[in-house]
């Protein structure tokens, strides 16, 4: 029997090493799944890898994380956000390091590498700083920028609804990364509002093929982070 | 003293942006001054807005009760949805966009250059955290890259450039110059002065721009 449901948050990221690279979905203050990157903060692996847009507002989610000392890079391509305070004091302390990529870049980079592509040509970035050190080549006459495709051994991603083969939904503009960020991972670890019974969610409207995950669990009402911001909470609480 | 120069105000700026905007257009509005031009797309005209974190079919913003924290817009405001509009991921929102299926996209600009050279995302200085979010793929994948901005910045200096001096988002891709003081058309044959605001004459707009600018 296939069963991907996990009992609680902690249990779903209990197999999160040091060292490791992690996906984390989300694009500004919509669809980051901070109840699993809290359990994450309570777990404690280190030096970690970082793969997301943002770098986490206010003082909780991947902020709070990376306040945690528990991230050595981030890969993303906005880090500063009009609530991202944690990452630019950091950074510029040099206690923490920056890949930056253009967003399309980085979005088709963790496409491809989940799609066992190893690296691909964009015109995005050509003739800019961004591109210095890459290896360029001109495809019918116009130039293109050789990038390489992303994999990560977990991500962490939120959704709406689940069921236990992994097939997902997800909610409006909060479904951003998260598609591609469960393909590329080794383990894409997912919390979902709701977790259904199999058959109850139409085949024709599954946005993630359950193959792509390996973990859910369902958290009923994930937290609100712009109310989190709004009220300056920090985790740990 | 000499009279100080208005020419138009943000509001017609983004009305004349919105009058050039055919129906059936699928347009991507920057973050900032460019959102407004959604507010005076001409009535009768079907215009659908891209937002690069993964909706077609933007609508206006919410009332406040109304806000959602799921449905919000590339500068993470708060938007509606219109009837037919549809949400997406992230690589499919940027295979729209470098795809070439994007029409039109409103930008701001820190300088464009003579030959359509674009920097908008960076001022180098020192200390400075990069960012660059979805403007370099913007500009390299959308068929007409429209710039919204004041004709000079806030100390005077020329915006519209020889050559760009901050580091550049694209090179040669901008088609229309839209400021306080003018319409620029950016061609293979230099940049042409498309229209002018009231009271402002060429001669006044040659004095603030450093690229050389034509007339039609």
């Given amino acids: ?237 | 003293m000499v009279a100080e120069i208005k020419g138009w105000n943000r509001e017609q700026m983004a009305q004349k942006i919105a009058g050039d905007i055919p129906d059936g257009a699928y347009v991507n509005l920057g973050i900032g001054l460019p959102e407004l031009v959604a507010n005076y797309i001409p009535e009768g005209r079907e215009v659908i807005f891209h937002t690069e974190n993964g909706l077609l079919g933007v609508g206006p913003s919410p009332a406040k009760e109304d806000e959602d924290d799921e449905l919000i817009n590339a500068g993470k405001k708060p938007v509606t949805t219109i009837k037919g509009s549809c949400f997406f991921h992230h690589a499919d929102s940027f295979a729209m966009i470098r795809g070439g299926h994007i029409d039109i996209c409103v930008l701001g600009a820190f300088q464009v250059s003579e030959n359509g050279d674009l920097a908008n995302w960076s001022t180098g200085e020192p200390g400075a955290i990069p960012a660059v979010g979805g403007a370099m793929d913007l500009v390299e994948g959308v068929k007409t890259i429209i710039i919204f901005t004041q004709h000079t910045t806030k100390n005077g200096e020329p915006k519209i450039v020889k050559e760009c001096t901050y580091p550049l988002t694209g090179k040669g891709v901008v088609s229309h110059i839209y400021t306080d003081y003018a319409v620029i058309d950016v061609t293979d044959n230099g940049m042409f002065v498309r229209e002018m605001a009231p009271g402002i004459d060429f001669e006044f707009l040659k004095s603030c721009t450093e690229a050389e600018l034509k007339q039609y």
């Fill in chain 1, 1 to 237: 029997m296939i069963n991907k449901v996990a009992k609680t948050a902690a249990e779903a990221v209990a197999d999160i090493f040091d060292g490791a690279t992690i996906m984390i979905s989300g694009f500004g203050e919509a669809g980051s799944p901070i109840e699993l990157i809290h359990a994450l903060i309570d777990h404690g692996a280190k030096n970690l890898t970082v793969v997301s847009n943002n770098t986490g507002n206010g003082h909780i989610g991947l902020a709070a994380l990376i306040e945690n000392k528990q991230v050595k890079k981030m890969i993303c391509s906005f880090p500063r956000t009009a609530n991202s305070i944690v990452f630019p004091e950091l950074y510029r302390q040099g206690e923490i390091e920056l890949e930056l990529v253009p967003q399309g870049t980085l979005a088709e980079r963790i496409r491809a590498g989940g799609a066992g592509i190893p690296a691909f040509f964009t015109p995005t970035s050509v003739n800019t700083p961004l591109a210095i050190g890459k290896e360029t080549r001109i495809f019918e006459s116009k130039p293109y920028v050789m990038e390489f495709g992303i994999k990560a051994d977990f991500a962490l991603v939120k959704c709406k609804t689940a069921d236990r083969y992994g097939n997902l939904l997800f909610n409006k503009t909060a479904r951003n990364f998260g598609p591609v960020m469960c393909m590329a991972a080794k383990s894409a670890i997912v919390q979902a509002s709701e977790i259904v019974e199999i058959g109850s969610i139409d085949p024709e409207i599954v946005v993630t093929p359950g193959i792509f995950v390996k973990k859910v669990v369902e958290i009923t009402h994930p937290v609100s982070e712009n109310q989190l911001i709004r009220e300056n909470r920090r985790y740990p609480w």
